[in-house]
């Protein structure tokens, strides 16, 4: 399926962001790069993007992107960009003469939205819009969206002021090259040489399907309050991992969130950020082992810092579409030695002081019962997720065992902390062994 | 598919081992019951079992059995067991009017030969036999094995004394009901009511298929030899798992098998044997944490005892149709406390005898690599499968490393130990690490 992306307008709502909108970054990543990704994610890899003022920055940019992406990416120049944005999809007419996506260089939107059009094509000489039937929606600005109104899955009307309306043009479509008749029709017949209007007289016609996104994500970035809701919108998914302990959930990840706000907007990759997070573990550890309580206190301080940082990595690449198995598994890999490292200078702390072998053999005890945690997690989440049909409930891991360290060194509690941990995560393992068994 | 097994027969070679053939052990488990079990793992799970000779023992069996493994098993009864097996063969012929298998009770076979045989099913009124087409094979008694001679894949001739042969009849067959009939007609007009006899008038009609097992296994057990040269054959097969590092394959295995060959004849689960080699390497670990050099070279010893018995509960798993998921998985958290205790209890002694810092750092190091090198295990299998497309290749692993322990430990060198584990476990994990990462 090709993919059609209108991006030749001025947007000088938010000409103060940036000189060209489809370039302006949210949360690190082009406007237009966020769109064509996210079409990639559902399926697509063939683009004609129409370019107009300030194409010249646009196209380069594009074709770096095509090659980074591995899709296709061919330009289409309307100089006529100042006026209706219809003459920017009739510029496409003679490359598309099978059905397409249309989308917009400056709406966001969650992949699912696309998958899901993509399911039902339009019947010939037809379209279908992609709508937002929740029109209490509070990411809309009722300013500026276009309005429409349907009845049995057909749109009836569409436009900016229309008093009676039930949905929001999302400005995702799948078309047929019928929209370009279309648009050529409204232009001569009606003056109106604009995208909607070429809808419009389709609509008169009931050959516009409408289809509801069924509350998915979706946003028209037209003005800096609405780049600042989509970086929030962004942000706010990336608090609901449904594995995430309770320390995870309210404590680390609305701090983790901010900073990797912040760290979006550099080039950072997120194995550099695990590195970081490690080093700081590394820091925290080698204080614990120096002794003394001002030392331990700031340990712990970094530890759970550390902790929050270890958020950030795999936040970074969602928002930034660099996710990877092996970005998790080399996170995975730094984050056992890490928890290893930190209960090593715990141990050494305590020892130094006591001398009491007790401690030594509590201290391995707490550094083997948080591997074998995470080394039996995958098998006991596979098993959880089959057996209890469920994607949901946390499972005790890291954050508790950072949390507890932390709360451990500041309240100068070195061996009862190792004690704890020893306990609860040795309990856990085997209570996950246990309850695995084969049943009879 | 149906399976029809023949267990009529008396078995009178055998009959010191016990006085019911198809119920005599091999690695502890049934003659039957494993015909059953290989004939369930190629998808079969409807068996009629023709009984006679000592028939009232064989049929509560198969009623436990089928219970035990999630099958169907009808009971046929030939009183006239004493007479040629065709008749056996023609008691279940109200039974089967579609195509089905035919076994004999008494033959071992690589259910891979099955899966072969099912993919190409005679064409009405032929059969196909499994035949040997290896002559040479030194598992076949030559003084008691069913030659055949085929030509352009159908049976020309079958027989015990034929001189001419290409093949040997393995007892695999693949039936339509034209058997029967043959069977019936080769009674009445040759007076030969043997199986062979059926097959030899449908073998000249040019109704009977042959297909080579290609090199897979498959052994008649008609008398005590037999019985061993099974038991070897497939304990052989445990020998050749593609994983298996050097000391395993070299020390660990060879010894491992033989222990197998006689705890299979006990009734102890494969769980069982994971947690006697847990509790021998914990018992390892407390006499290298006793101190002196007598207790660390006896625990030396016991360290390699309790690795070459963690062998064994895979072994007896297998040659016991006994292998699951829960099994390897929680044989694979034992090991990982046994290591982490063996480690402590070596750093211990170490420790214990020169109070220096360093040796307790070492020990933490050896005991974190090793850890790590298991947790990095299954993703690097994974990878080296995709990247390199083989199976084969050993890896790093626990044989070495408990190997080391015995080494150093009967060389009285416990710090050296834990620095050269710690050096390699961790530098393997490292190298694992950098050749997973994504190319680029």
Known sequence: MKCLIIAAGKGSRLSRKG?????????????????????????????????????????????????????????????DFEQDNGLS????????????????ADHLFDPGILQELLKEPPEPGAITLATDNNTANDRVDMD????????DGKLVA?????????????????????????LERSAAEQGDSS??????????????????????????????????????ALLAQLRDKPNDGPVSRYLNRPISVRISRTLSRFPITPNQISLVSFAVSLLAAVLFAMGGYPALAAGGVLAQFASIIDGCDGEVARIKFQES????????????????????????????????????????MAIIGSFMLSYTADKYDGLMRLRMARGKGWRMGRDIRVFFIFLGALLNQPFATLLLIAALMNAETIRRVWVSREPG
Chains 1, 2 share one sequence.
């Open 144 to 151: 500026d969206v276009t309005r429409v109104r349907h009845e």
């Open 89 to 104: 999809v009739l510029k496409a007419k003679e490359h598309l003469s099978e059905p397409f996506l249309l989308l917009m």
């Open 325 to 364: 198995d092996y970005g998790g598994w080399f996170d995975a890999v730094l984050d056992r030695y890490a928890d290893a490292f930190l209960l090593f200078g715990l141990t050494w702390h305590a020892f130094a002081g006591s001398g009491a072998p007790i401690v030594l053999f509590t201290g391995f």
């Open 158 to 182: 569409i436009g900016k002021d229309l008093a009676d309306f039930n949905a929001f043009d999302t400005g995702i479509f799948l078309c047929t090259p019928a929209l370009f008749e279309a």
């Open 19 to 79: 000189n060209s909108k489809p370039l302006i970054p949210l949360l690190g990543i082009p406007l237009i790069e966020r769109v064509i990704r996210s079409a990639n994610q559902a399926g697509i890899a063939e683009f004609y993007v129409v370019s107009g003022y300030n194409g010249e920055q646009v196209r380069p940019f594009l074709d770096g992107l095509a090659v980074r992406c591995g899709v296709t990416v061919k330009h289409i120049i309307n100089d």
């Open 195 to 232: 995208l909607s209007g070429g809808v419009r007289l389709m609509a008169g016609d009931g050959r516009v399907n409408v289809l509801d996104i069924g509350g998915r994500f979706w946003l028209d970035v037209d003005d800096p309050r609405a780049l600042d809701k989509g970086e929030r």
